[in-house]
């Protein structure tokens, strides 16, 4: 999921452990070799820069992250590849804490599968409200999510000047979920990791 404008990613940590090499692409763009800037095992995330700058030039980044507490119950969405195309995951927060209680992340009651992992969690105005984890647990339909008050958290203590997180101007506010989708995809990567053994 991209972050800002500037060509930088977050995705969960897991996703890319011992990797030589990180790819990302999605339906407006080939594989592109990225680089690891910082992640934070804590909660999972990992910051990755797209390595072609002449990528990024164009980009107009339409979501904000959002670091509002959401309410349980409230409607939510997801964008992944599970499998080669995006994939679209509708459903609601089921819990306001992840696993065991972990105040870091959502339960949400939408299934997730591998490759949904790192992708965006929406709320209905289009603003990234979490990260999905992945399953954590064998629960049919359960799905964890970090918030993204944790994401933005750790991305300013990080303190890397380019690396700001929109927090205001959501360009998704009232557009039609459908709209939203179109607009939102561009800025989502399926991550493909290399392993050299």
Request: cysteine-free; aromatic content about 8%; proline content about 4%.
């Amino acid at each position: 999921t991209a972050i800002n404008n500037k060509g930088y990613l977050v995705t969960s940590l897991h996703m890319i452990k011992g990797a030589d090499s990180i790819f990302v692409e999605n339906g407006t763009t080939t594989r592109n070799l990225t680089k690891l800037v910082f992640s934070d095992p804590s909660i999972d995330i990992a910051v990755l820069k797209i390595e072609n700058e002449e990528l990024s030039k164009g980009w107009s980044v339409p979501f904000i992250f959002s670091n509002r507490t959401l309410d349980l119950g409230e409607k939510v969405y997801t964008l992944g590849y599970p499998r080669e195309d995006v994939v679209y995951g509708e459903g609601s927060l089921s819990a306001l804490s992840g696993f065991k209680g972990d105040t870091t992340m959502y339960q949400i009651s939408i299934p997730v599968n591998p490759g949904n992992s790192g992708g965006p969690l929406l709320d209905e105005q289009g603003a990234v409200v979490g990260l999905v984890r992945g399953k954590i647990t064998s629960a049919e339909a359960t799905g964890f999510a970090v918030k993204s008050k944790e994401i933005i958290n750790t991305i300013n203590a990080f303190n890397e000047s380019e690396l700001s997180v929109p927090t205001k101007k959501n360009a998704l506010k009232n557009v039609k979920r459908n709209e939203q989708i179109k607009k939102i995809n561009p800025y989502v990567f399926n991550i493909l990791v290399y392993k050299s053994n």
